[in-house]
């Protein structure tokens, strides 16, 4: 099993930026891919950005060249850098980790979710 914690969600204006932290504990050993999707009032939930045990990532155009997806894996822990603001950004940001299906970890997939947090944009 592994739980995801998600910090440094709050309020900010727009232009502005925020740092979200997800710590990840439990079986870490057993995560490969973690990511961020958001989920604003009323609307699907949807992929942010990704970033893979190597460090590859990958971005939704709606964010590419104001977020920034980095993990340590020393510390298990993974941020997402949001620049540049912008009241539509405004979500509760979900912080996952994709399970490794692998002798060790057991042969099948599975998605952990964190708690959320909630990032308000004020225009």
């Known amino acids: 099993q592994v739980q995801l914690v998600e910090s440094g969600g709050g309020l900010v204006q727009a232009g502005g930026s925020l740092r979200l932290s997800c710590a990840a504990s439990g079986d870490t050993i057993c995560i490969s891919a973690m990511g961020w999707y958001r989920q604003a009032p009323g609307q699907e939930r949807e992929l942010v950005a990704t970033i893979t045990r190597g460090g590859r990532t990958y971005y939704a155009d709606s964010v590419k060249g104001r977020f920034t997806n980095s993990r340590d894996n020393a510390k298990n822990t993974a941020y997402l850098q949001m620049n540049s603001l912008k009241p539509e950004d405004t979500a509760v940001y979900y912080c996952?980790?994709?399970?490794?299906?692998?002798?060790?970890?057991?042969?099948?997939?599975?998605?952990?979710w964190g708690q959320g947090t909630q990032v308000t944009v004020s225009s």
């Open positions: 996952t980790a994709e399970k490794l299906a692998n002798s060790l970890c057991g042969f099948y997939e599975y998605t952990y």
